[in-house]
């Protein structure tokens, strides 16, 4: 009995450590902030860059500006690297190993040569012959429209846009729709950034589309500021920009408002409802 019951205790002992090591990686997941950060510039060439970042750098996702693959690491070290030089090892050894250049002959340089140009002119012939089908398709396919097109036009109807209005025009609904969308503005204001610099110079070359783009600009909290320096050309088109960004989230707060919804009775309503239309 004894034996048993120290069986019994380290097994106990082991589950309570792993269940100890659950709950401590779900807190960390839940409490500990994402930091991410991204960078725009556009002079001549526009190119954009991000990284993101999780408790001390663990899990990094970045993307260089001077770079066009994104990069994931764990502890430091890169993942998805060392596959693709060895794909590049393969592919130099085969090269090696099976050479194509002059240097390789199977036989006299003439029976060589000979046989060089018949495969060419072979290789000519077999490519003009599918040209010329090829263009013989398209041309019945312009001058003889099949009747499939003619029956893919159909005519408008205001159907389908007067039940999306009647729809949000509902009473039941529109209780739904507004708390979605003071969701949306929280959600907004807390996914914004809480650094931000950098300057924008622009101009389309027409004072009029810059002056919509300009109050477009002036809707974004961003654009007051301090650190950044907006600047319009009504007379020329350039573009010269160069922004910094960056904020941290916490992932607690999405399973807050993903609760707060399905707790609530109005947001569920809607949408079973807009599951359901047709």
């Not at 509902?170 to 969701?183: A, C, L, S, V």
């Not at 924008?200 to 009029?208: A, E, H, I, S």
Request: charged share 25%; aromatic share 10%.
């Amino acid at each position: 009995m004894t034996v048993l019951f120290a069986i019994l205790k380290v097994i106990g002992i082991i589950l309570l450590v792993l269940l100890g090591l659950l709950v401590c990686v779900c807190a960390a997941l839940l409490f500990i902030p994402l930091r991410y950060a991204a960078q725009f510039t556009a002079d001549g060439s526009v190119s954009f860059g991000f990284s993101a970042s999780w408790c001390l750098r663990i899990v990094k996702l970045q993307k260089k500006i001077s770079e066009q693959e994104i990069h994931l690491s764990l502890f430091g070290w890169k993942i998805g690297k060392k596959k693709k030089r060895k794909k590049k090892k393969k592919e130099e050894d085969t090269e090696q190993e099976c050479p194509s250049g002059p240097g390789v002959s199977e036989g006299p340089a003439e029976n060589s040569g000979t046989r060089a140009d018949q495969e060419q002119k072979e290789l000519h012939q077999t490519k003009s012959h599918q040209n010329t089908e090829k263009q013989a398709k398209v041309r019945g396919k312009t001058r003889n429209p099949g009747k499939k097109s003619l029956f893919k036009k159909k005519s408008f109807s205001f159907d389908g846009i007067s039940s999306i209005i009647t729809f949000i025009r509902d009473g039941d609904n529109k209780r739904g729709m507004q708390k979605i969308k003071k969701e949306l503005l929280v959600l907004f204001r807390y996914l914004k950034p809480s650094y931000v610099r950098g300057h924008l110079y622009f101009g389309t070359g027409d004072p009029c589309t810059t002056g919509w783009v300009l109050g477009l600009i002036s809707l974004l909290p961003a654009a007051y500021t301090d650190e950044i320096d907006i600047v319009p050309d009504f007379l020329q088109k350039k573009l010269d920009a160069e922004i910094y960004a960056r904020g941290k989230v916490h992932f607690f707060y999405f399973l807050r408002m993903f609760v707060r919804g399905y707790m609530d009775a109005d947001i569920k309503t809607l949408i079973s409802k807009v599951l359901n239309f047709e």
